[in-house]
């Protein structure tokens, strides 16, 4: 892993996520690795780097490649947002705030392209290097979207407290949807919720037209999801978005 940051051996693919409106709301980046010519998926490498500290680093390149591309794509006049993956240890480093600003003066990039997503369990982290690298990404202009929601623990109270602007729903909803009545349930009742607290909310992992059309019917402002698109590399992201131009 160590060899692949060192060698050219990362890649960010992209995932558009798409409004119901038809606008593309932003762009997922998607880490993608290569070791000895093989690929590895990020379900295996990313809980390894997590372990062993690298994450730290790769989340640094997915930083500057990310906000990279934001500033590609608007250099070809496509204003698109970049949603980029941000990782526990990452918060827990003194240096993300550091890490962050790098990125976005090496890009030349309005910090209004970028996204972070962040899992729930982060935003309600009390120590205080945590609570001070969301202080300063609030600070700086980034936008902050609750990645993975309704998995592990979740506290609906706290909900109220998170300075996040987008909720995305997860998989483990939007697969059991529409057959599954109690699914749908929760999944209305969590929209519903995150619209009062004027959130945007998207459902991840839409397969299925019958997914899609649940979750325009119970409110959601936009899915991601192979259904519409799978994650490309930048070059078919850029043909993609062109085909696409809606933004
Ligand atoms: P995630 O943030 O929840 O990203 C969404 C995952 O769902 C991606 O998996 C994506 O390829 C996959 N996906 C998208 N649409 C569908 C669909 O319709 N069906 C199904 N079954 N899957 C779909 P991927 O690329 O394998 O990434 C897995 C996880 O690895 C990500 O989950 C994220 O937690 C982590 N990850 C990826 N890149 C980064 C990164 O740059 N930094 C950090 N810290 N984590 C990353
Ligand atoms: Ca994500
Ligand atoms: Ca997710």
């Known amino acids: 892993l160590f060899n692949a940051l060192e060698t050219g051996g990362l890649q960010l693919h992209y995932q558009p996520i798409i409004g119901f409106d038809g606008r593309v709301l932003s762009v997922e980046a998607l880490m993608r690795c290569k070791i000895n010519g093989k690929e590895v998926a990020p379900d295996k490498f990313i809980p390894v780097a997590e372990k062993?500290?690298?994450?730290?680093?790769?989340?640094?390149?997915?930083?500057?490649?990310?906000?990279r591309?934001?500033?590609?794509?608007?250099?070809?006049?496509?204003?698109?947002?970049?949603?980029?993956?941000?990782?526990?240890?990452?918060?827990?480093?003194?240096?993300?705030?550091?890490?962050?600003?790098?990125?976005?003066?090496c890009a030349r990039i309005d910090p209004g392209l970028i996204e972070l997503e962040l899992t729930e369990s982060l935003f309600m982290?009390?120590?205080?290097?945590?609570?001070?690298?969301?202080?300063?990404?609030?600070?700086?202009?980034?936008?902050?979207?609750?990645?993975?929601?309704?998995?592990?623990y979740s506290c609906l109270a706290n909900l109220k407290d998170?300075?996040?602007?987008?909720?995305?729903?997860?998989?483990?909803?939007?697969?059991?949807?529409?057959?599954?009545?109690?699914?749908?349930?929760?999944?209305?009742a969590i929209v519903q919720?995150?619209?009062?607290?004027?959130?945007?909310?998207?459902?991840?992992?839409?397969?299925?037209?019958?997914?899609?059309?649940?979750?325009?019917?119970?409110?959601?402002?936009?899915?991601?999801g192979y259904y519409y698109a799978h994650p490309v590399h930048a070059d078919a992201l850029f043909s993609w978005l062109k085909e696409n131009r809606q933004t």
């Open 162 to 188: 998170i300075p996040a602007s987008k909720l995305k729903l997860d998989r483990a909803f939007v697969q059991y949807l529409p057959q599954d009545r109690r699914a749908m349930a929760v999944v209305k």
């Open 52 to 67: 062993t500290g690298l994450i730290v680093r790769l989340g640094e390149w997915s930083l500057l490649q990310g906000a």
């Open 125 to 152: 982290d009390n120590s205080s290097v945590v609570q001070a690298n969301l202080r300063s990404m609030r600070e700086c202009g980034v936008s902050l979207s609750i990645d993975d929601f309704g998995t592990g």
């Open 193 to 224: 919720l995150g619209k009062d607290l004027g959130m945007t909310v998207v459902g991840e992992g839409v397969e299925k037209q019958e997914q899609m059309e649940a979750l325009r019917e119970l409110g959601v402002d936009g899915i991601q």
């Open 69 to 105: 591309q934001a500033r590609h794509l608007l250099d070809a006049g496509l204003r698109t947002r970049v949603a980029i993956n941000v990782s526990r240890a990452q918060l827990l480093d003194s240096k993300f705030s550091q890490a962050l600003h790098a990125a976005l003066i």
